[in-house]
């Protein structure tokens, strides 16, 4: 009688806003977490200064990689839906170190990401705020503002903060299909490819290797869906097929800006690269008076790629502390089921970085650093994960495992991703980049070192990991009772 009362008097697992989101909020989320305008807008000129007018090939050669690796991670939400995503499936089939160790670093890369993000939001609007309306506030008071009303939106709950970002989602691509289509029916002369074109690369492997971190950074938000899978309807048909949609959008987005970029500005990898923002030099060129049209896509989308990274990656920590990887106090939730002091801590740490970092870099710039800096991790958490499917489908489920999809498919997404990281690597690069290797391995040591001690202390780690899944409705009898008894005596 004891152990049933004491069992009863547990409190419930937490768990996040089960079924919240119907089908078509999900994949229109997906899509927005793209966030094409601010993703191409930030990112174009680092790539160039690597590869050269042929950026075109290290976005295609990332498409390739990320296609193989939503094989993965689809793979992974038909049997697993989680909300730990990344972190669920590596610990589940590795055990529970890599389980800790996913969770270190892919809190330093998301939130190393988002506060990338934070400094564009900041500078961006200081930006258009001194051209449009001749009014010149700190970008850093900016941020500030701006993260604070987003966290209250998020914290709030997932359906209030995904209507805003699927409204700035449509905006930006209605911008961007005006400037695409405008570009084309301008140009003079013939069409040229030199995006894609081998002989106009510059710095072989190493200047792909240089915009590889950052053109990975490009593709995170195709697979933010899977943070959201414990508040979908449906999460194992439903996130493989949102990673598709989002994925095959963001290759056909990046690559059409690419090439519409490139020819417009006459194929000069100097000239593109010396721009901060080249889309917005294309839209000055097209957009005439205008051009204020191209400043707010910039803003709505970077609004947009906050809210979806958010949203998706303080779940992912959010489902880490519940299955014991993090300070439990982050497994907490609101009445509305928003994971409140995952969003808190996560938004706080990035702020404080953009903030810190903002005192000696100018925002734009600081983006440029913080996104080639997050990719480094993501890039790694993604090639771990590759390997790890076809050891989980061996181990757990035999039964279903086929040799293309579990094994051909994901090893070659391995393949692809190792020589541009090598190329990152090889001596030569400027600093920052130069040291960024070297800050990401001192990641990951602490978080083997952190690992091995946790699962020291709390040996019973590997079975807590993904034993709630998205579409499990008894949470609360996913904890192992028997267990529990044991452990009381």
Do not use: C
């Amino acid at each position: 009688m004891a152990n049933k009362k004491s069992l009863s008097s547990l409190r419930p697992i937490p768990h996040l806003s089960r079924g919240a989101l119907s089908s078509s909020e999900v994949i229109a989320s997906s899509l927005a977490n793209v966030a094409p305008a601010m993703s191409f807008m930030f990112s174009f000129a680092v790539i160039a200064q690597g590869a050269g007018a042929a950026s075109g090939l290290t976005i295609a050669i990332v498409a390739i990689a990320i296609l193989f690796h939503a094989n993965s991670i689809a793979q992974f939400s038909r049997k697993m839906p989680s909300s730990g995503s990344y972190i669920t499936y590596i610990g589940k089939t590795f055990g529970p170190v890599s389980g800790v160790v996913t969770a270190v670093i892919a809190a330093f890369g998301y939130i190393a990401s988002t506060a990338g993000l934070m400094a564009v939001l900041g500078g961006w609007s200081a930006i258009v705020l001194s051209r449009f309306l001749h009014v010149h506030v700190a970008w850093q008071a900016i941020s500030v503002v701006l993260v604070g009303w987003l966290g209250f939106l998020m914290i709030r709950g997932v359906k209030i903060s995904t209507r805003w970002l699927v409204g700035g989602f449509f905006f930006e691509m209605a911008a961007i299909i005006v400037i695409s289509v405008l570009s084309l029916v301008q140009h003079h002369g013939p069409l040229t490819f030199a995006a894609f074109n081998p002989s106009d690369l510059r710095g072989g492997l190493s200047g792909i290797g240089l915009g590889f971190p950052i053109a990975i950074w490009m593709f995170t938000g195709v697979g933010n869906s899977m943070g959201l899978a414990e508040d979908t309807k449906n999460p194992r048909a439903l996130i493989p097929r949102a990673i598709y949609i989002s994925l095959g959008f963001a290759a056909v987005v990046y690559l059409g800006l690419a090439w519409i970029t490139t020819m417009t500005l006459h194929n000069s990898a100097s000239f593109i690269a010396r721009q901060p923002v080249p889309l917005v030099t294309v839209g000055a060129l097209v957009l005439g008076p205008f051009l204020i049209v191209a400043y707010l896509a910039g803003f709505t989308s970077t609004l947009a790629e906050i809210i979806g990274a958010t949203n998706g990656q303080a779940r992912m920590l959010f489902s880490a502390a519940r299955d014991g990887l993090l300070p439990a106090s982050m497994a907490r939730v609101n009445q509305r089921h928003a994971p409140t002091i995952a969003l808190v801590i996560y938004l706080g740490t990035g702020l404080v970085a953009t903030l810190v970092w903002g005192l000696f870099t100018p925002p734009i710039t600081l983006f440029g650093y913080l996104g080639s800096l997050a990719g480094i991790p993501i890039a790694l958490i993604y090639m771990t994960v590759n390997i790890a499917v076809p050891v989980y489908y061996r181990r757990y489920h035999r039964q279903d495992f086929r040799w293309t999809a579990h094994a051909l498919w994901p090893v070659l997404g391995t393949i692809v991703m190792i020589p541009p990281l090598v190329g990152m690597a090889a001596p030569g690069q400027n600093p920052p980049y130069s040291y960024f290797p070297m800050v990401v391995a001192g990641v990951i040591v602490a978080g083997l070192i952190y690992g091995w001690f946790l699962v020291r202390k709390h040996p019973d780690l590997s079975r807590k990991m993904g034993r709630i899944l998205a579409d499990d409705t008894s949470p609360e009898d996913q904890d192992d009772k028997e267990s529990l008894i044991r452990d009381m005596g």
